[in-house]
């Protein structure tokens, strides 16, 4: 049996409604609008946490991010009413990833773009990728211009685009696989993780022009969008207040997003011109929502509430695209899936089958893709971290149409059915307590089973909100109380 091509994509911090087959009617996206028509666009695919690390180890290992021990993006943290809690920042190297898995049944294994799963030695090629460009312990790059300063990609020429660069890179990785390539004869994974959208917010000028001529005819204030909200729950922020974009409007996001679209298009006709297309299974998703709530919040996710870092689906519902040739065309899936299913079902297509030493949390999708049914069960978040737009501690499970969501510092259960409600504005849990209380014992027995940490009372919150005790750094350690670091050291 050969085995088909694989491609994942993944996009950092793009919003479920980015994409004009998600409802955008700001932002040009053609080339994945036609990905969708070519394949099957999930409507209630979520990543597996609200920030990017956690979702991406998440996606390597097929396992929930409390699980690997990875809780929030790596080398952040912040206090509130409660303290940070301990997770790794690296990625243990005890874990098994799809790289080692797929590069065990014969595949050539290559990773384009932003990792943030750890420093040197923990890097792309040290989890199982032959191949390895761009990535590193980088969150974000200080500029998407050339020069980059990223230690896994040379600097090209000067002003060259680095979304434009990685695609480059991907491009001639995939040619070595086409038919009459070098590698012709050996199955590629190809891992593309663009930067893009992630901050800094910057596009090409010529693009940022047309979308600021389309705000103008539209009669969109991009400024005027922005409404200011309340004060941060997190200490380090408590001087600043949340501020929500109302409507997409933001010219140099827009731009942004276009770009990674007609980059993901040469991509696509590539792998079609190639004649690989019918031989290949792609994924496109977002590590998570959109990020609408701070940090010059350059999107909005409406209909659905807030975005990056928060539990509300702003936060965790993502765009989920798959095609290629052996998927069926055109179909549109409401059922549940999250990120660790990715990885199985990767691991599905290539006909291999997950590790059975280890707790396996994701369920292959595969047979939407052919337009069967599947029961996906519920899916668990848990994310006992102050985020650095807005959102607190919580943790959520989503059963069939409903969704629990547990808010730690005040143990407040709030249930929705994000089916008809996918704002979450009506909240079901006094209308609906055997419901309620059923989710929650659910979500209770699993983070129990996974031993998921929930942080504790800040002892020092008055002091720290008022000045007179130092804040934590952004490793949640206070000066002169070194015990309260909240890193772990990962195996």
Known sequence: MRHPHLIQIVIDDLGWADLGCYGSSFYDTPNLDRLAARGVRFTDAYASCPVCSPTRASLMTGRYPARVGITNYIRGNAWGR?????????LPKTERTVAQLLGEAGYRTAHVGKWHLGGAGYWPNDFGFDVNVGGCDMGCPSTYFSPYDIPTLPDGPAGEYLTDRLTGEALAIVAEHAPGGPRAATPLFLNLWHYAVHTPIQAPPALVEKYEARARERGLDPAAALVEGEAFSCLHKKDERIVRRTVQSDPAYAAM?????????????ALEASGMWDDCLVLFTSDNGGLSTAEGSPTCNAPLSEGKGWMTDGGNRVCLIAAGGAVAAGMVCPTPVTSPDLMTTLL???????????????????????????ERGPIFWHYPHYSNQGGTPSAAVRDGDFKLTETFEDSRLQLFDVRRDPGETHDLSETRPELRDRLHASLRAWSASIEAVTPPVNPYHDDMRTGRRPCADGLGRVPGDDRLSVTAVAP
Do not use: H, K, Q
């Not at 409660?82 to 690296?90: A, S, T």
């Open 82 to 90: 409660l303290m940070g809690v301990p997770y790794f920042d690296r």
């Open 257 to 269: 997003v276009e770009n990674l679209d007609t980059n993901l298009g040469r991509l696509f006709d």
């Open 348 to 374: 599905d297509a290539a006909g291999l089958t997950p590790p059975t030493d280890v707790e396996i949390d994701g369920r292959s999708f595969l047979p939407l893709l052919r337009g069967e049914t599947m």
